[in-house]
């Protein structure tokens, strides 16, 4: 069937594909998308805004779930662990002091979203205009119209205080222990684990890595990747082995390897 529309007047239309890894995260992630950029705007308000407990603790609104990111320093590899808070959209709503019934009755216009996104007792504006980004999001973000209209929003005189030094209200640091009561208990529970595996990795390392391979084997530069892959998978669960075997039993099952592959 063909239909004739020279007569609909013609728009921008910006279609969203939504690819998610099971179906229970779908509606989580058709509600980010709700309403233009309100969720990126959203997310930039908590993770900037939202005081929370420790130095390095922040909050993040995912594409799935809330999180919160904080750092363990007993683990070099990692700069933030994470935990899932929850990936219920109109619980985190509520349990971050925005206005769930507003969002559920939608917005007329921009203006709209934006005072339901300020109208929250932990959203700072100076804090949020000021927050510094990095070369790769300030070229992103500028060119989402929306958040630029965001920022001027704030900046706009009605926002400022008229008095010359008015006393601003402080926003409330965020209670992210009383709003999330097993944080706590998450937390210490990822710590220990994350303290087991660099203690496991460290004895792992001390009996066997790629500087004692090359120093031990004589094994050149151009070569080493090769032989990392043909130690490491010459027996099941590598790692399993060495961390319960002495050194003189792996560098023996290695020497076997290599007396192996050298033999004509």
């Known amino acids: ?33 709700d309403w233009n950029d309100t969720c990126c705007i959203m997310g930039g308000i908590i993770s900037q805004c939202f005081q929370v407990p420790g130095r390095d603790g922040r909050l993040k609104l ?10 363990i320093p007993q683990d070099k590899s990692r700069k933030y662990h994470e935990i899932v808070l929850s990936t219920d959209f109109y619980e985190i709503l509520d349990k971050l002091g925005f206005n769930v019934e507003v969002h559920k009755r939608g917005f007329d216009t921009e203006k709209d979203v934006f005072a339901f ?42 926002r400022v205080p008229v008095a010359a030094g008015a006393t601003k209200a402080l926003p409330l640091p965020f209670p992210l222990f009383e709003r999330f009561p097993n944080l706590p208990a998450q937390m210490k529970t990822l710590k220990i684990a994350v303290a087991d595996a660099c203690h496991r990795k460290t004895i792992i390392t001390s009996k066997f890595n790629g ?20 130690i490491v998978t010459s027996t099941p669960h590598w790692e399993e082995f060495v961390f319960h075997a002495t050194e003189e039993k792996v560098w023996n099952h290695i020497n ?5 592959d050298r033999t004509p």
Request: hydrophobic share 40%.
């Open 62 to 71: 995912c594409d799935k779930s809330l999180k919160y990111m904080f750092s």
């Open 256 to 260: 076997a390897l290599m007396a192996e």
């Open 117 to 158: 996104l300020i109208d929250n007792p932990h959203f700072d504006a100076q804090v949020f205009i000021e927050y510094p980004l990095n070369g790769h999001k300030t070229k992103r973000i500028q060119r989402r119209s929306m958040r630029t209209a965001f920022t001027e929003y704030l900046k706009a005189p009605s």
């Open 1 to 33: 069937m063909i239909y004739d529309t020279s007569d609909i007047p013609i728009k921008r239309v910006q279609i969203d594909f939504i690819c998610t890894d099971d179906v229970d995260t779908f509606a989580f992630a058709c509600h980010m998308l």
């Open 211 to 230: 500087h004692m391979v090359r120093e031990r084997c004589g094994v050149a530069p151009q070569q080493m990747s090769a032989w990392m892959k043909r």
